[in-house]
């Protein structure tokens, strides 16, 4: 019972009271006045019509003590069981007249009842169940308890269509006759034609004729004529002329200039324009110039001068990386056949894994049966212990027919007799000592890439070889070329030293090609053998580079499109100089125009911009001016022209918007927020502080009415209808150029906003 949430007390529904239930009050404002007095409460019984609670109030409304009679689960302990502010509170009855504990229970004046009694209501014999069928007394009138509804005998209610402001009228409309007649007095609608017919047929019938009236007409002959009425059509009526006045007050229609001297409340700085005139000044020797700023940051970034640690989690990918990784061992290393614990377990108990027991005698058996080792068998060894100690050639003695012993290769064909022209013993030289191709040891090149340049150029090539076959020599050296990696060979260089060099001269430099080369040997046997191929590479024109600033930011609102063009120019090909740059600019991606006169690079190396404050015209062509891009053309020593060109700044128009604190609407241009370039379905928040007076927004006219106005604390409701329709103003752009035409939406409130709001507004 200690949470039940506190009451509110609403005076206002409140009726009747115990000091005189039965007065009658000539009107419902006379006995809302009495109830409103605090005073009429103290100590007294009042009941809420909507919950039928009785309360007892003390005299400054500030606290109520809340009677329910017949609470559940109330124990018969003799106490009392009253909730205050909502709050259950038990409370141990006192004597019946003993107002020092009342005081001390509830707190000094907190119950004032009449005459000062305190008496507890508990303590009256049947007052609690009096209660319960309680109802206070007054005059019910003949619209007491009635029925809704719309029959005779009931009453409607708040919402009835039939209470509204807006009303068809079925009477039937006023005839020309009863107009010009004039007598007829049956209720009839009218319409705005019957009632200037109305108008006209009064008129006429109360026209008296001038000679009808005594003296009038010689009056009116001894009269001089009066001047002719002049044409009104060029005159301006009042709303007109209030329109006009509205534009002449407004500033962004004002011309010329006004002197700082007759604005009031501006310190003496806007008359002289003087630094010393300045209020609240700041010294400017405690700070530093953006040079020094930018030396500060770069020693604040340079990690030399970092002090503290920095945790791994802050350095992208290392956790990610280290994780992947194992811890180092001393005196290990680590392996890409990824030889696991497993594997050295396997093989330290190989017999024991089933494996066979490794003997000399099983690696001598695996080893000779192995094609990829040079298997040294009892034979050989046989016929190696037969060969005499320094013996140049071991005899043969032939008691039988051998077998054809074919050049480069053995046979074991049919027996047949050595091939022509060969001895016996030639014929088994040749069988053991097979011709071999001479060895090329190095086939290089000097250099392996030329740069881009005007000149011919030449590579040095150099080799080393030797005869492999026994007795041969080196009897031929032949250098082929070719050019980018297609097409026949064509010879270059003949020469016969097993090592030297040639120089190919004259080479035409031309752009992007390679040339390859070869090299063929020849032995005095016979035997031939071929170089890889190597190449020599020339590089193609490398375009200078440009370092543009980066004309941050690049989107800007029309009439800012001004900027301060710097970069260095730096050559790439080292053989082609730098002759000359033409700064360029083009606006709206039209033409390229010079901006100045050609410069001269002296050192036909790099050159660094001389800084150009680029202030864009407002418009070109008669367009207004949206983007603007800059290049520059560089011209070589070869007369090739190259075009770097830098990002393009672009200008679009504003949105503005504000919750105005004034009376008074500023010039549009003048509102604290905007958005650049909006458009159809753009969304912007406007927070609006207590006090505002005037909610503002406007963007181009060119642009769809606005969607909605989201009143979020109101339920998210749409009160777009609050700004009503759009006026239309001229606004400038940024430099105050290019009027166009803007929709200005404003909501003025009866009163400023009593708390802060917000509105979602969407175009």
């Known amino acids: ?98 107002p020092s504990s009342w005081e001390e229970i509830l707190g000094t004046n907190n119950i004032q009842p009449k005459d ?84 006209a047929a009064w008129v006429n019938s109360v026209k008296i004729k001038i000679e009808d009236v005594t003296g009038l007409s010689g009056i009116l002959n001894s009269k001089a004529d009066k001047t002719e009425i002049p044409d009104t059509s060029s005159f301006e009526n009042a709303t007109q002329l209030d329109q006009r ?7 962004g229609n004002h011309t010329g200039t006004q002197p700082a001297s007759t604005v009031t409340g501006l310190g003496a700085v806007a ?52 994780a992947s990784k194992v811890e180092k061992i001393e005196g290990k290393g680590l392996s890409q056949e990824d030889f696991t614990t497993e594997f050295k377990e396997l093989l ?21 049966e192995n094609e990829d080792t040079n298997a040294f068998d009892d034979a050989a060894k046989l016929k ?56 090329i040891n190095s086939f290089t090149r000097s250099p392996s890439q030329f740069e881009f340049q005007d000149d011919d150029v030449s590579v040095t090539l150099s080799w080393n070889t030797n005869a492999v076959t026994a007795g041969a020599t080196i009897a031929n050296v032949r250098i082929e070329f070719r050019r980018n990696n297609s097409g026949s060979w064509t010879n270059l260089h003949n020469a016969s030293t097993q090592t030297g060099s040639f120089v190919h001269s004259d080479i035409p430099n031309s752009n992007n090609h390679s040339i390859n080369y070869r090299l063929i040997v020849t032995d005095s046997a016979g035997n031939t ?22 004309f941050s930011p690049l989107s800007r609102e029309v009439g800012e499109l001004d900027a301060t063009i710097t970069g260095t120019i730096t050559r790439r090909s080292p053989n082609i100089a730098l002759q000359s740059y033409q700064l360029e600019v083009r606006l709206n991606g039209g033409s390229w125009q010079n901006l100045g006169d050609s410069v001269t690079i002296t050192d036909g190396n790099s050159a660094a911009l001389t800084p150009v404050e680029y202030t864009a015209p407002a418009t070109t062509g008669g367009d207004v001016v949206t983007s603007v891009q800059f290049s520059i053309r560089i011209t070589d020593q070869q007369g090739q022209g190259s075009r770097l060109t830098s990002n393009t700044i672009t200008g679009s128009r504003k949105l503005f918007y504000e919750p105005v604190q004034s009376e008074t609407l500023p010039d549009i241009r003048d509102l604290e927020f905007s958005i650049l370039n909006p458009n159809a379905g753009t969304q912007f928040t406007i927070n609006i502080p207590a006090g505002a007076q005037i909610v503002a927004f406007a963007y181009p006219a060119s642009i769809r009415d606005v969607s909605q106005v989201i009143f979020v604390q109101g339920g998210n409701v749409d009160v ?10 001229s606004i400038a752009d940024a430099k105050g150029q290019n009027d166009i035409d803007y929709k200005v939406y404003t909501f003025t409130p009866v009163e400023p906003f009593s708390s802060a709001v917000t509105y979602n507004v969407t175009i």
């Open 245 to 251: 006045d509205a534009a002449n007050r407004n500033r």
């Open 529 to 550: 053998a071929t170089s890889s191929v190597i190449s020599v590479n020339f590089k193609s024109y490398q375009t200078p580079t440009i370092s543009f600033p980066n």
């Open 720 to 729: 777009k209808g609050a700004f009503g329709s759009p006026d239309i103003e």
């Open 348 to 368: 330290e108990n190989f017999e024991e894994n089933g494996g066979p027991e490794i003997t000399p005698e099983l690696i001598k058996e695996k080893y000779e």
């Open 384 to 439: 190696l212990e037969n060969i005499e100690p320094e013996a140049e050639k071991n005899p043969i003695w032939i008691n039988e027919a051998i077998p054809p012993l074919p050049v480069g290769g053995y046979s074991n064909t049919e027996p047949a007799t050595p091939p022509e022209g060969l001895s016996v013993i030639a014929a088994i030289e040749k069988f053991l000592f097979p011709p071999l191709p001479p060895s």
């Open 1 to 98: 019972m200690s949470n039940i949430t506190p009451f509110p007390l609403r005076l206002l529904r409140q009726f009747a009271d115990s000091i005189d239930p039965d007065m009658v009050f000539p009107t419902l404002d006379a006995m809302n006045d009495y109830l409103a007095s605090p005073r009429r409460y103290a100590g007294q019984l009042v009941s809420c019509i909507e919950t039928e609670t009785i309360f007892l109030l003390n005299s400054a409304r500030t606290t109520w003590i809340e009677i329910l009679p017949g609470i559940p689960d109330v124990p018969d302990d003799g106490n009392a069981y009253i909730r205050v502010h909502g709050e259950w509170q038990v409370f141990q009855l006192p004597e019946q007249n003993d």
């Open 116 to 199: 000062n009694k305190k008496v507890p209501i508990s303590a009256l014999a049947g007052l609690t169940e009096l209660l319960e069928g309680y109802e206070q007394a007054f005059t019910k009138r003949s619209g007491f308890n009635k029925d809704f509804g719309d029959q005779e005998g009931t009453v409607t209610q708040g919402n009835d269509p039939r209470l509204s402001n807006s009303r068809e009228w079925t009477a039937p409309t006023v005839t020309e006759v009863e107009v010009v007649q004039g007598t007829s007095t049956e209720r009839r609608a009218w319409s705005v034609v019957r009632v200037r017919e109305a108008i």
């Open 271 to 322: 008359t002289t324009n003087s630094y010393d005139d300045l209020d609240n000044k700041p010294n400017l020797s405690e700070f530093e110039n953006t040079s020094a700023l930018n030396q500060r940051d770069n020693a604040n970034r340079n990690r030399e001068n970092h002090t503290g640690t920095q945790d791994i989690s802050t350095i992208a990918g290392l956790a990610a990386a280290l």
